[in-house]
């Protein structure tokens, strides 16, 4: 596993409430307990069940969403979910999650958002670039990087993550909710939100409800991702195609239709593996899509969804494709290199990024 570690990696499917340790749950639901507010052995239960069904995974998010309710919780979840991402060497973070109203704790959206940047802010193990100056020069950071990395190993100085935030729509919301979310998102351009991602129970709410929000998002410069064919559902996974989004993700029940189609629009595809075999939406890695998007040269990037709840890593990801596909260390390198054109950041942090990756190839043969 240390080589996988040690390699840098983006992730660009990152869930916030799905990426929290199971240490911190269990801490939290511990308090609600003592507070006479749940039955502790219960949600502990829940909590280190590991096999669970997509229905599953939505009551659990419904549980863990009780447990982080608040300003404070939620900066403690984003500082450490950002840290734990950092220690595994993610060198880009595409953190995505859903701003959330709360009024018995004074919280709206804009809140919510303002303590995940707390959170960004609050991160101390690890340099966090949120948003870099634009005349940034690059062969300066390349400098920089070079110097994190003799730090790091001998434990005098900081890596650099660079943390961009998505924010999501729930499919549980109306077309105004949606739209209050773009609207928040593109209020805080300047503080790294770049897109939009579309989540939330597959089987719940309609894609024309969604439709204006996204449009506009778009139109207005952001950039979208979509949840696309995590249940069949061939009429909306086309009307997602024809929307033509940044991203998708799992792209887990196409038919030869699908994907032709997205084979010819050439539209990236974040796959998460352990959740996919977790949730049962694809049963067993043989017959995954990850080996025929990979033969056939088509964009794609591995990432982990919801690290928590799946008990997993980026590192595990690529370790897991690399034994389970037999794709050598080499190329698992490249393919993790090749996710930096997917980004959405700016051409500036792409260039730093591929820096970091050239610099890395060079020390890890
Ligand atoms: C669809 C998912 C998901 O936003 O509260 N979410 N949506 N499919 C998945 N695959 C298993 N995993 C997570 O993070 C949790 C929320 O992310 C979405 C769900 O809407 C979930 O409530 P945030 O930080």
Redesign the pocket.
Known sequence: MDWWVSMPKVELHA????SIRDSTLMELARELGDRGLTHFPDVERVILKHDRS?TE??KM?DL??ILTTDHETVTRITKEVIEDFAAENVVYLEL???P?KNVSKGMNKKSYMEAVLEGLRAVSTVEVDICSEPNFDCSASAAIYARNNECASNGTGKKKIYVRLLL?I??RETTEAAMETVKLALEMRHLGVVGIDL????IIGEWLTFLPALEFAKEQGLLITL?CG?VPNQVEIHAMLDFLPARI??ACCFGEEEWAKLKSLKIPVEI?LT?NIR?ETITSLDIHHFVDLYNSGHPIVLCT??SG?FSTSVSGEYSLASSSFGIQKREMFQLARNAVSFIFAGNKVKQELEQVFDFAAKTLE
């Open positions: 869930h916030l409430n799905g997509l995974v939505f998010f863990i969403h995505r999650t859903t959330k999501s729930d499919r989540s939330g129970n597959p949840h995590e993700g799992h998460c959740s949730t969804d919801d709840v």
